[in-house]
């Protein structure tokens, strides 16, 4: 592995000299795009083959043979220094980090191949997505005062303990709820801190009242992705497209793994969790519901899933809404952009009740008490893991790495982001 690992530096400097001696990537003729294109499938077909290869070894050693739990960050972070060539360094990415998506060199495509051959090792895979169970060391920080006071503002999120219940809001008036880096780290460490609490029995997500100019007012659960925030280039791979799909929703899915008296047979704190769907649910929005367990919608709000129109994939919603909604249904909405209004029977597939906006306290209230019960915890488990198999999850993951890395950097989507924050 050693004598392959040298190799793979060689290439990947001589492709680093290649782009260093060419204009930023904004500045580049048709011809210089073309060569630093070439230079750089030159290095990623070499780290591909030395991935194919070494992939779980390459993890054993930065975990310590499995003994060390690297989130994310940590973990391209440690392979950038231990492995020079095989993905891009932390100086690189802050360098690409200032600039707008358009101007990016593309560095995060090697950090989706890197994670793509993790995420497809059996072992490492495991051990990776195990280590995105656990609880955010934000989170244990709060738990204290959590548990003291009940409530906490985490600036995106707003967090309260009523009645037995975690009610998880989020309160991002600016952008209509649109999700950026900020909040999924807001989201993960709320629902970390509603797992947490043992006065917590179920939990709640909603979003808050806007002061849009068109939503005054109004509740808004949630308006997907920032497309603001991924023009100018602060959407991350790791810190948002992954970390949200591994972190916070598979949390809420299936649980957090931490020590606790059963732990001995079952390793995770799992809770009973009910959507309320205000307005809207576009994009990432739509994503969510699908991992609750009961979805309360209001009666003049839907749900859709502009993937296609948006061009990127919309995170585990094509494992998901298959099984949900079935296949033409899925393909309607994902490649076709159809809106599913609550009060249409397709919506149905994937809301559990309408109500009268005037009824949504009142229904959050009744499904939460329903929900209050040790069968229920037990029996979601059981439903989870029939519906999802942890392995089928995992290998989504793998390839969804690679392909949303290589979306966010495709033309397509630069153009159209480009043109929305026009």
């Known amino acids: 592995m050693a004598d392959a690992a040298r190799e793979l530096a060689r290439i990947a400097g001589r492709t680093e000299a290649v782009l260093a001696a060419l204009p930023a990537p904004a500045e580049r003729d048709a011809q210089q795009r073309e060569q630093a294109a070439d230079a750089k499938n030159t290095a990623r077909t070499a780290r591909a083959r030395f991935l194919d290869r070494f992939a779980e070894a390459v993890y054993r050693r930065l975990t310590a043979?499995?003994?060390?739990?690297l989130r994310l960050p940590e973990l391209v972070a440690a392979a950038a220094e231990e492995w020079p060539g095989l993905v891009p360094t932390v100086e690189q990415l802050a360098t690409e980090r200032?600039?707008?998506?358009?101007?990016?060199?593309?560095?995060?495509?090697?950090?989706?191949?890197?994670?793509?051959?993790?995420?497809?090792?059996?072992?490492?895979g495991r051990h990776l997505i195990d280590t995105m169970a656990l609880p955010t060391e934000r989170a244990l920080t709060l738990l204290p005062e959590f548990l003291r006071t009940g409530e906490l503002d985490l600036g995106s999120v707003h967090l309260a303990r009523r009645d037995g219940a975690a009610h998880l809001t989020m309160t991002r008036p600016d952008c209509l709820n649109a999700e950026d880096n900020r909040q999924v780290d807001d989201m993960e460490t709320a629902v970390d801190l509603a797992l947490l609490d043992p006065g917590v029995h179920a939990?709640?997500?909603?979003?808050?009242?806007?002061?849009?100019?068109r939503y005054r007012g109004r509740r808004v659960f949630s308006a997907g992705i920032n497309l603001k925030s991924l023009h100018s280039g602060d959407i991350s791979l790791v810190d948002f497209?992954?970390?949200?799909?591994?972190?916070?929703?598979?949390?809420?899915?299936?649980?957090?793994?931490?020590?606790?008296?059963?732990?001995?047979?079952?390793?995770?704190i799992e809770k009973p969790w009910v959507a309320a769907v205000d307005t809207f649910a576009i994009g990432g929005g739509a994503q969510l519901l699908m991992v609750f367990d009961r979805?309360?919608?209001?009666?003049?709000?839907?749900?859709?899933?502009?993937?296609?129109?948006?061009?990127?994939?919309?995170?585990?919603?094509?494992?998901?809404?298959?099984?949900?909604?079935?296949?033409?249904?899925?393909?309607?909405?994902?490649?076709?952009?159809?809106?599913?209004?609550?009060?249409?029977p397709d919506a149905r597939l994937l809301v559990d009740e309408v109500v009268e906006p005037d009824r949504m306290d009142q229904a959050i209230t009744e499904s939460l008490a329903r929900l209050d019960?040790?069968?229920?915890?037990?029996?979601?488990?059981?439903?989870?893991?029939?519906?999802?198999?942890?392995?089928?999850?995992?290998?989504?993951?793998?390839?969804?790495?690679?392909?949303?890395?290589l979306r966010l950097y495709s033309a397509d989507v630069i153009g159209k982001v480009g043109r929305f924050s026009a």
Not at 203 to 213: D, K, N, Q, S
Not at 376 to 398: G, H, I, K, W
Request: aromatic share 6%; proline share 5%.
């Open 373 to 405: 019960g040790p069968a229920v915890t037990t029996n979601r488990r059981m439903l989870n893991l029939a519906e999802e198999p942890p392995e089928q999850f995992r290998l989504y993951m793998a390839e969804f790495a690679m392909q949303q890395a």
């Open 203 to 213: 939990a709640v997500l909603r979003g808050g009242e806007m002061t849009h100019p």
């Open 65 to 69: 043979d499995l003994t060390l739990h």
């Open 295 to 344: 979805v309360i919608a209001a009666s003049d709000s839907y749900i859709t899933v502009p993937a296609a129109q948006e061009g990127i994939v919309p995170g585990a919603a094509n494992l998901r809404l298959g099984r949900l909604a079935g296949g033409r249904v899925s393909r309607q909405v994902v490649l076709w952009g159809r809106r599913l209004h609550a009060a249409e």
């Open 98 to 124: 200032g600039r707008l998506q358009a101007e990016k060199e593309g560095h995060e495509i090697d950090q989706g191949l890197f994670l793509r051959a993790v995420l497809r090792s059996p072992v490492a």
């Open 241 to 268: 497209l992954l970390r949200r799909e591994i972190g916070y929703i598979n949390k809420i899915f299936r649980g957090l793994r931490v020590d606790h008296d059963g732990a001995w047979h079952t390793p995770v």
